[in-house]
């Protein structure tokens, strides 16, 4: 599945509009990670332990979008976007959504 955030794919031509596409999930934060992200605040640096679960749940998320894709038939995805969004406290949606489309080489 190619996938671009641009409107096209220099080396492909677009065939066919599918239609929108997504994939999501919601995420908690662990209270084992806030108490080490709290020390970490104190001394700073990089809040691994967020950085890899945001990691996580983007490529969850993206998966999740291609497969929607592939049930229409798309070879790939044009326009690929995320947004977050509040749940609760201590839990976020991430959203990845596109264009599924049909491609051949230009």
Do not use: W
């Not at 609760?88 to 949606?93: D, I, L, R």
Request: glycine residues 10%; hydrophobic residues 40%; aromatic residues 4%.
């Amino acid at each position: 599945m190619l996938i671009t955030t641009q409107d096209e794919f220099a080396d492909k031509q677009i065939t066919r509009t599918l239609g929108l596409v997504r994939g999501n999930t919601i995420r908690a934060r662990h209270i084992g990670n806030d108490i080490v992200a709290g020390l970490r605040n104190i001394v700073g640096g990089e809040v691994t332990e967020y950085t890899k679960m945001l990691a996580e749940a983007r490529e969850q998320s993206i998966d999740r979008m291609i497969e929607e894709a592939r049930r229409l038939g798309a070879d790939g995805i044009v326009c690929l976007r995320f947004t977050t969004s509040p749940v609760m406290q201590g839990a976020a949606e991430l959203l990845a959504y596109g264009t599924a489309v049909q491609l051949e080489d230009a």
